[in-house]
Nanobody, 117 residues
Framework: QVQLVESGGGLVQAGGSLRLSCAAS????????MGWYRQAPGKQRELVAT???????HYADSVMGRFTISRDNAKNTVYLQMNSLKPDDTAVYYC???????????WGQGTQVTVSS
């Protein structure tokens, strides 16, 4: 059974930093593209950042230059380093694993990030 377990969320002041982690199990982690998405109250879920199995990264314009996604295949873990946080970054952050070749798409349960002004 595939599990994605996020951790590292919390309450931080504007300008601060947080590091999210997502530990994956039950899948061949290195084969999957991994991503972070977020959903703020009353808004649709949106892409934050992705990293392919080959290590290529992509970021939403709103987080470019502030957030960094990385993966450690030896630990089956993907990270999101978030710096210079803003109140607009407040949301539930979700981890995602995708392997399009076999039509597999998995989500974690989410972790709350709250940025106070």
């Amino acid at each position: 059974q595939v599990q994605l377990v996020e951790s590292g969320g919390g309450l931080v002041q504007a300008g601060g930093s947080l590091r999210l982690s997502c530990a994956a199990s039950g899948l061949i982690f290195s084969n999957f593209a991994m991503g972070w998405y977020r959903q703020a109250p009353g808004k649709q879920r949106e892409l934050v950042a992705t990293v392919t199995s080959a290590g290529s990264t992509h970021y939403a314009d709103s987080v470019m230059g502030r957030f960094t996604i990385s993966r450690d295949n030896a630990k089956n873990t993907v990270y999101l380093q978030m710096n210079s946080l803003k109140p607009d970054d407040t949301a539930v952050y979700y981890c995602n694993a995708v392997l399009a070749l076999i039509n597999r798409n998995y989500w974690g349960q989410g972790t709350q990030v709250t940025v106070s002004s």
